[in-house]
């Protein structure tokens, strides 16, 4: 059984930092595409960042360029957030995502196959 797993969420100022760390246990994340997700009370699952499974190709929401970089290490079967210049809007659950094997990075979450619980990130104006 698949399972994702988040850590590294808390409570920062604007302008700090963060770092998310995603860890997959029951299958090698190597050949799958891995994304993060944001959710807020009432508001839809919003993509954030993915990475293809090249590594070669990542993929950013207009909203994080710039500040978010995605990561992964295969040999530790974990995909990371790097998040820096954090804003208030950018509290909220994020969740870490894999699709199927071999396909394209995409945004939509409905590609998306396993997912993990989620970890909060709180940003404090």
């Known amino acids: 059984q698949v399972q994702l797993v988040e850590s590294g969420g808390g409570l920062v100022q604007a302008?700090?930092?963060?770092?998310?760390s995603c860890t997959t246990s029951g299958r090698?994340?190597?050949g799958y595409p891995m994304a993060w997700f944001r959710q807020t009370p009432g508001k839809e699952r919003e993509f954030?960042?993915?990475i293809s499974w090249r590594i070669s190709s990542t993929n950013y929401a207009d909203s994080v360029k710039?500040?978010?970089t995605i990561s992964r290490d295969n040999a530790e079967n974990?995909?990371?957030l790097q998040?820096?210049?954090l804003k208030p809007e950018d509290t909220a659950v994020y969740y870490c995502a894999s699709s199927r094997a071999y396909s394209d990075p995409e945004s939509q979450a409905s590609r998306y196959?396993?997912?993990g619980q989620g970890t909060q990130v709180t940003v404090s104006s």
């Open 28 to 30: 090698a994340i190597g």
């Open 66 to 68: 710039g500040r978010f």
């Open 78 to 80: 974990t995909v990371y």
């Open 113 to 115: 196959i396993n997912w």
């Open 15 to 20: 302008g700090g930092s963060l770092r998310l």
């Open 48 to 50: 954030v960042s993915a």
């Open 83 to 85: 998040m820096n210049s």
